[in-house]
Nanobody, 124 residues
């Protein structure tokens, strides 16, 4: 059974940093693509970042490029999202998800395993 557990969210002032974690069980992250998505209040699910092909390729949404960094620790089977220079517009529930096919997709419908989400609130 695949399970993804996010942690690390919280309340932070604008300009601050958070490090989100996604701990996986039931699969090996070394062989799949892992993505971070977010959903702001009243909005749809948006792509944030993904890491593919054993960590050699990463993708970012334009809105977070240069501020967020996705990485992983294969030994801990965990993916991280380092968030720096946070803005109020980054306020959302953040979800990690797995695409077993390594398709390189940024489309949430291609990710079939999902965590429960972690809330990030950025105050101005």
């Amino acid at each position: 059974q695949v399970r993804l557990v996010e942690s690390g969210g919280g309340l932070v002032q604008a300009g601050g940093s958070l490090r989100l974690s996604c701990a996986a069980s039931g699969l090996t992250i070394h062989t799949v693509a892992v993505g971070w998505f977010r959903q702001a209040p009243g909005m749809g699910l948006d792509f944030v970042a993904s890491i593919h092909w054993r960590g050699f390729t990463t993708y970012y949404a334009d809105s977070v490029k240069g501020r967020f960094t996705i990485s992983k620790d294969d030994a801990k089977n965990t993916v991280f999202l380092q968030q720096n220079s946070l803005k109020p517009g980054d306020t959302a529930v953040y979800y990690c998800a797995v695409d077993p096919t390594e398709s390189g997709s940024k489309n949430y419908s291609d990710y079939i395993y999902w965590g429960q989400g972690t809330q990030v609130i950025v105050s101005s």
